[in-house]
């Protein structure tokens, strides 16, 4: 069957024709799918920018010293996650911020009186009020010395912390008798209790079995513990120190009691922070805030636990444990 001019001309035209409508149609099609990449793309672009600019003038602000403010994103989930993690930064940062201030708040507290009572005792020896009496000098020189060795008491403190917290502490660990070091830290203390007329009163009931500690970290753990007592006891009070066997928990448990003016019960969970004082009854003693928390730092790092029991008026136990030697 032939097919004629016409016909054949004609099939070509819809040809033609179909092939326009096509080239038409693909490219309405693909400005279509154009225009929706760019308006998803514009959006997405926007659910991004908006909470990085949000977290670019966030970190703005935390330069400026301002935390107050918590990054509140919760879309795209990734930047939600990334907020979230920005939020425990800033909170990490403003905490140690906040310690900052108290270290400063505290040195400059701790320094401040013991600077001042040397240089009043100074100015007086210089200008020779007590010339004619040699007795009162020599107080004032015993009460400038006392201020010195109290300077360096705190300044030392402090930088042994410092170094604490930093992992810079070496720790000799051998096998010891607890009793001794608990002897000897008693005998250091014996002449602030009896000026205060404070009894001591020792309940070892039977032998404790050697411990792996350094001697000398557990005898300033004590040492602060006494002293602790020996503040807040008042005069013709008591101060128990105990130490038992745990054999049931493979530990030697040691604690130190007095009768003292006691801890309010919502202070209990801040006494062994840094620079924390709980009560300003206790506030009044001059220190660094800075004693239970190198106890804490002893203890833990012995593989101890250190705890206290309070009551307000009856006084406080504070107790530690370290693990027996195997």
């Not at 990490?92 to 708040?105: F, P």
């Not at 922070?273 to 800075?290: C, E, N, Q, Y």
């Amino acid at each position: 069957m032939r097919i004629s001019a016409e016909d054949r001309e004609r099939k070509l035209a819809q040809s033609r024709d179909m092939a326009a409508r096509i080239a038409r149609v693909s490219v309405v099609s693909m400005a279509v799918v154009l225009l929706l990449v760019l308006v998803i793309t514009f959006i997405n672009a926007r659910r991004i920018n908006r909470p990085i600019k949000l977290l670019r003038e966030r970190t703005k602000e935390i330069a400026c010293g301002r935390f107050e403010d918590a990054l509140r994103i919760s879309s795209p989930p990734e930047i939600g996650e990334l907020a979230d993690a920005f939020n425990v930064m800033c909170d990490r940062l403003k905490e140690l911020d906040q310690m900052k201030i108290d270290y400063v708040s505290h040195l400059s507290h701790e320094l401040r009186t013991p600077l001042t009572v040397i240089k009043e005792a100074s100015m007086m020896l210089q200008q020779g009020v007590f010339s004619h009496r040699p007795e009162k000098q020599d107080e004032l020189f015993k009460v400038v010395r006392e201020e010195c060795e109290r300077l360096i008491a705190s300044v030392n403190r402090i930088l042994d912390f410092s170094r604490m917290e930093a992992g810079n502490v070496d720790f000799s660990f051998t096998q010891a008798d607890i009793v001794p070091v608990i002897e000897k830290s008693i005998m250091k203390f014996s002449p602030l209790f009896q000026k205060k007329k404070i009894s001591v009163i020792r309940e070892i009931p039977r032998p404790v079995p050697p411990l792996r500690m350094d001697a000398e970290r557990i005898e300033e753990v004590l040492e602060n513990l006494l002293g602790n007592a020996w503040k807040y006891t008042q005069e013709g009070g008591t101060v128990t120190v105990s130490a038992v066997h745990d054999s049931r928990n493979g530990e030697a448990v040691i604690s130190v009691t007095d009768n003292g003016a006691g801890i309010p019960e919502e202070g209990l969970q801040q006494v062994f922070d840094k620079f924390k004082r709980v009560d300003d009854r206790r506030s009044a003693i001059m220190g660094t805030g800075l004693g239970l928390a190198i106890v804490r730092h002893i203890i833990n790092t012995h593989g101890g636990q250190v705890w206290v029991k309070s009551k307000l008026g009856e006084g406080s136990t504070f107790t530690f444990s370290l693990p027996a030697s195997p």
